[in-house]
């Protein structure tokens, strides 16, 4: 994953790999371990996070896609999905590792071979968990990015999983 340095400020929108989007309101200072250190405040629709300054150049945070990255993380969507492992224990640790991918296609693809796997078989707790995560989070940056509504994003992700899901063999 490549490093992107970016120039952050109060009111700008950004995307984090285990968070998803959020929008810097302000800034703050806090003292760790008798070092005084300035974080950017990020609000997302379930938490308030503290970035550390030094860490907008991480691969952890990205700025928002475009619409024509949607336009191509729907094409991957809909694709024919990929066989998840069988085994619970790998298939767990490939799908916790992909989900703190903050590339929008790698998330794309994982969210529908997720889909795939839940309507070929029933998933973990813990799977669908994540799957449900991932789907809010792709919705909200693609309803930020796109200027669309939650149900028209929705609507488009459904179809496009659904496309994808039209050649499976179901057990």
Known sequence: MTKITLELSEGDWIVHNRHGLGQITGMDTKELLGDRKVFYVVKTDSITYWLPIGESASDRIRPVA???????AAE???QEP????ENFRRRLAYIQEKSQDSDLMTKAALIRDMYARDVQKDV???EKKILDTLKRQFLNEWIAACKISYDEAESLLDQALQKSIEKLKLD
């Open 124 to 126: 973990h707790i813990n």
């Open 76 to 78: 991957v969507i809909s």
């Open 66 to 72: 475009s619409s024509e990255a949607f336009a191509k």
């Open 82 to 85: 990929e066989a998840l492992n």
